[in-house]
C-alpha cells in the first residue's frame, strides 16, 4: 500500500493487547494477532525530558497535533484544525448546581461542532498512511458529520451508516458534506454489527472497527488540554458523557500517561460517567456494583448520542471509574432538558442533550456531597446544539443485513 507523508512518533513502541498482553508492531493489524483481543498504542513514556516535552507542546500547533508525542502517528498535511478548545470558568452554572470550582471544557467549538472531530483526525491521518481512499463509520449521530467532513476535506470516500431513528438534523449534515449515508431499520448495536461485517469485506477503513487503535487515542487529547489549560494540573473531578466508553477510558489513560511523562504530578483525579436513565449500562454497573456491565436491549433516551446499549468499552469504563475514585449518575430525559436549558442560561452556551445529561449528573453528584469543597470540577461538553437549519436529499433505509446494502447503495459502490 501507499505510504502517505506521515512519520512516526519516536515514543510509540507498538500495539498491546488488553486481553493477553501481547505487545505486537504497528503494521496493519487492528486486533491482536494472537487472541483477537483490543489492542491500543504503547508509548515509551520513560524516554521524554519532562521539560522538553513540555516545551515542544507548548510550542506546538494551536490544534490536538500539539500532543503529537504522545499519539501514534503524526499529522497529515491536509489537517484540520481540530482540539484547542477552551476551558471554561462556570461559576454561574457552578452556584446553580452547587459545584464551587466548575469549569466547562467546551468541545463543541470543532469544525463539526462535536468532539468526535478528535478522534476522527487520529482514524484520517491513519488511514491516509495505508493509502485507503474510503473512509466509513457505524454513528448514533455526530461521528457521521466529522467523518463526512474529514472525507470531504480530504478527497475521500465516505460511508456513514446510522440507525434511522438519528437526528434528521445530524444526518442531514453528513449528507450536506457530501457522504453517502445509509439509515438502518434497527438499534446502533445492530449497525455496529453490519459494520463490523462490512469492514472484513470491504477494504474501507472503518474508523470505529479497522482504524479503532487509532481513533480512540484521539480521545486523550480532551483532558490534555485540560491539564495544559489548568497549568498543567489535573482537575479533582471529571464528569465525562459515556457512549461507547471510548472517551472514559482514554481520559483515564490520559492522566496516566501526563503523570508518566512528569507533566502533571496531581495524585487525586476521580473520573465520573454520565448517562441518561434510558440507556446506562454503565452507570447502573457503578452504582450496583458489578465489574461487567449488562446490555441494553433498547435505548430510549432523547440523548441519542449516548444511546449504545452494548459499549465496547464499557467493562473498561467500569474498571476506569472505580480506580479514580469516581463515581456515576444516570439521569432522566426530563433531568437532561433542565441540564440543557441551565447551560444555556447560566454560561450562553446552547449544548445537545450530552451536554445535558452531563450537566444533571453533576448536579446529582454534587447532590450527593461527591466533591469537597474547593474541588475543581470539569464538565465535558462534547457536543452543540446547532446541527439543525441543513439540507439534504437522502437514500432508502435498509435491514442490518450486508446484501441489503449491497442491493440498495449500488449506484454509490460503482
Ligand atoms: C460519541 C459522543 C459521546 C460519547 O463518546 P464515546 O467515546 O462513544 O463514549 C459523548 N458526547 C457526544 C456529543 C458524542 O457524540
Ligand atoms: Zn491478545
Redesign the pocket.
Known amino acids: 500500500m501507499a505510504m502517505a507523508t506521515t512519520t512516526r512518533a519516536s515514543a510509540l513502541m507498538g500495539l498491546r493487547?488488553r486481553?493477553?498482553?501481547?505487545l505486537q508492531p504497528a503494521d496493519e493489524r487492528y486486533v491482536?494477532a494472537?487472541?483477537?483481543?483490543p489492542?491500543e498504542p504503547e508509548y515509551d513514556t520513560a524516554s521524554f525530558d519532562t521539560d522538553g516535552l513540555r516545551g515542544a507542546i507548548e510550542h506546538g500547533p494551536r490544534s490536538l497535533w500539539r500532543y503529537a508525542p504522545l499519539l501514534p502517528i503524526a499529522a497529515p498535511e491536509s489537517h484540520f484544525a481540530v482540539g484547542w478548545t477552551p476551558l471554561i470558568k462556570a461559576p454561574r452554572l457552578g452556584a446553580a448546581i452547587g459545584v464551587s470550582e466548575l469549569y466547562v471544557k467546551d468541545d463543541s467549538r470543532n469544525p463539526s461542532l462535536s468532539f468526535k472531530d478528535r478522534p476522527v483526525a487520529l482514524a484520517l491521518a491513519r488511514a491516509l498512511e495505508l493509502g485507503l481512499d474510503t473512509i466509513a463509520c457505524a454513528s448514533t449521530g455526530n461521528l457521521a458529520g466529522a467523518v463526512a467532513a474529514a472525507a470531504a476535506r480530504n478527497g475521500l470516500r465516505g460511508f456513514v451508516f446510522v440507525p434511522a431513528g438519528t437526528d434528521e438534523s445530524k444526518v442531514a449534515g453528513a449528507a450536506a458534506y457530501g457522504a453517502t449515508v445509509v439509515r438502518v431499520d434497527g438499534t446502533y448495536d445492530q449497525v455496529n454489527r453490519l459494520c463490523a461485517r462490512l469492514a472484513d469485506e470491504s477494504g474501507w477503513g472503518f474508523v470505529n472497527f479497522n482504524l479503532r487503535p487509532y481513533y480512540a487515542e484521539g480521545s486523550k487529547t480532551l483532558l490534555f488540554e485540560c491539564a495544559e489549560q489548568l497549568g498543567w494540573h489535573l482537575p479533582e473531578h471529571v464528569v465525562v458523557p459515556v457512549g461507547s466508553g471510548a472517551l472514559l477510558t482514554r481520559t483515564a489513560t490520559a492522566a496516566a500517561q501526563l503523570r508518566a511523562t512528569g507533566l502533571v504530578d496531581d495524585e487525586r483525579f476521580a473520573i465520573h460517567a454520565a448517562q441518561p436513565s434510558g440507556c446506562a449500562p454503565v452507570s447502573d454497573a457503578v452504582l450496583e456494583g458489578y465489574r461487567e456491565v449488562r446490555p441494553v436491549r433498547e435505548p430510549t433516551t432523547i440523548a441519542r448520542s449516548l444511546a449504545i446499549g452494548t459499549p465496547a468499552d464499557g467493562d473498561g469504563s467500569v474498571a476506569a471509574i472505580r480506580q479514580s475514585g469516581g463515581s456515576a449518575a444516570s439521569v432522566s430525559d426530563e433531568d437532561v432538558v433542565e441540564g440543557c436549558a441551565l447551560l444555556a442560561r447560566t454560561e450562553g452556551m446552547l449544548g445537545e442533550p450530552a451536554a445535558g445529561v452531563v450537566v444533571a449528573t453533576a448536579r446529582a453528584l454534587a447532590a450527593r456531597g461527591a466533591f469537597g469543597d474547593g474541588d475543581r470540577v470539569v464538565l465535558y461538553v462534547t457536543g452543540n446544539a446547532y446541527k439543525g437549519a441543513v439540507t439534504a436529499t437522502l437514500g432508502p433505509v435498509i435491514a442490518p443485513d450486508a446484501d441489503a446494502f449491497r442491493a440498495a447503495y449500488a449506484r454509490q459502490l460503482a
Open positions: 493487547c486481553a493477553c498482553h501481547l491482536c494472537d487472541c483477537y483481543g489492542i
